[in-house]
């Protein structure tokens, strides 16, 4: 059962992902590229992972998205123009080169950990009783990941200055 | 065990945003695909962490964190570059062409 809802997330992910790229409108671009973006937090909430899930709508689909969209209308960019799709030769190569890599990733689909580094299954399911589900990803980021978090904090402002910076046009 | 669907479907999200940088030419759609490339990732480190412990959903926290930073601080590069350009297409950003 779960592994049918996987997979159906997984298709509705790929498809829009193909319609998101080529898409002549960019705002039709974003859209399915949040539909994408959900499909994805569905995936992460079948993986056990829901603090990431609810971080997933709440900071990609809700806050980037919206931005993208912000920057796309702010420009004026939505409405039907030419279009921006490379011409023949430019789809050739990017098929070709996507074809390649596709097929270089194709052991993925028979990868097998080495059993000395897999935990016991149901060991995070088993942990986020125990600690809860927040807890379980906030323990770890407050204790061993405490110092790339603290620089987390500083990339964000130095984002923020910069963005304001690069944007205005004149301090 | 869902790993190595988990697996494939990422390969294809990730395959399919290197196309869409490939694919087109204005600079807000390919900025979208480098996410959707992200977020393939970020689903390969959640897949991975239900089979090798927690620390993969901490490292997806730290990928969303940069992700907005990069998207905060590359739309308002491409807001720049309309403003001297009037345009997004990156046809058009090609002075260290002419020479």
Redesign the interface.
């Known amino acids: 059962m779960?592994?049918t809802v996987?997979?159906i997330f997984?298709g509705i992910?790929?498809v829009s992902?193909?319609l998101?790229?080529?898409r002549r409108s960019?705002v039709a671009?974003?859209l399915w590229?949040v539909v994408?973006?959900f499909a994805?937090a569905a995936?992460?909430v079948?993986?056990?992972?829901q603090?990431?899930a609810a971080?997933?709508v709440l900071?990609?689909a809700g806050?980037?998205m919206v931005?993208?969209l912000f920057?796309?209308m702010?420009?004026n960019?939505g409405r039907p123009g030419p279009t921006?799709?490379?011409g023949p030769l430019?789809?050739g190569?990017?098929?070709a080169?996507?074809g390649a890599?596709?097929f270089l990733?194709?052991p993925?689909?028979?990868?097998a950990?080495p059993t000395s580094?897999?935990?016991p299954p149901g060991s995070?399911a088993a942990?986020q009783q125990q600690r809860g589900i927040v807890g379980?990803?906030a323990n770890?980021?407050f204790d061993?990941?405490l110092i790339?978090?603290e620089i987390?904090s500083v990339?964000?402002l130095?984002?923020?200055v910069?963005?304001?910076v690069?944007?205005k046009?004149k301090l | 065990m869902l790993l190595n669907d988990a697996l494939v479907i990422s390969a294809i999200l990730f395959t399919l945003g290197v196309a869409g940088v490939l694919l087109r030419r204005n600079a807000i759609v390919i900025f979208m695909c480098v996410e959707l490339m992200l977020n393939a990732v970020n689903l390969t480190f959640v897949a991975l962490a239900q089979t090798i412990g927690v620390g993969g959903q901490v490292f997806v926290f730290f990928v969303m964190a940069v992700a907005a930073a990069e998207a905060a601080v590359g739309l308002a590069i491409i807001l720049a570059v309309y403003r001297h350009k009037q345009s997004v297409s990156l046809q058009n950003m090609n002075l260290l062409k002419d020479g």
């Open positions: 779960t592994h996987f997979v997984g992910a790929i992902a193909l998101c790229i080529t960019p671009s974003a590229l994408t973006l994805l995936m992460f079948l993986l056990d992972a603090f990431i971080l997933q900071v990609y806050a980037i931005l993208f920057v796309i702010l420009l960019l921006d799709i490379k430019g789809l190569v990017a098929v080169l996507a890599m596709l990733l194709r993925l689909g028979q990868a950990l580094i897999q935990l995070v942990l379980a990803v770890p980021l061993a990941y790339p978090f987390a990339l964000l130095a984002a923020i910069g963005a304001v690069l944007a046009r």
